[in-house]
């Protein structure tokens, strides 16, 4: 299983990422509810959006947040600078032991334990 950020799948949506979307083919994907909501909670999104948004989201696995995340995430905010939705989609990672798939590699590549995917990079 791959844990993906956001930023993945926002481009699984746009057309010129087919080979994103192929390589998804090939992996058991799962996301983050906290990046759930980061996406599907963007204010400006349109109904369609939503709807092909939900649609891939469908057939993955969600992962709850748990308060042993929220206490990982508050530890690697102490370390250094980053985002809430940053700490807690690491924390995420760590807790279940899974590679974390992004092309924002350089926000987490600091972090011991979180193994990095950029499928944007195959």
Known sequence: MI???SNILIYLMQKEHEALRQWLLTIEPAYSIIRKVEV???WNLSI???DAIAAVLSPMR???????QCEHAINLRQQRKMSLGDA???A???DHSLPLATRNTNDFDWISGVQLINPMDT
Do not use: K, V, W
């Not at 992962?63 to 042993?68: D, Q, V, Y």
């Open 3 to 5: 844990l993906l950020d």
């Open 40 to 42: 599907l909670g963007y």
């Open 62 to 68: 969600e992962i709850s947040l748990t308060a042993r």
């Open 92 to 94: 995420t990672a760590m």
């Open 88 to 90: 807690l989609i690491a």
């Open 48 to 50: 369609a959006q939503n």
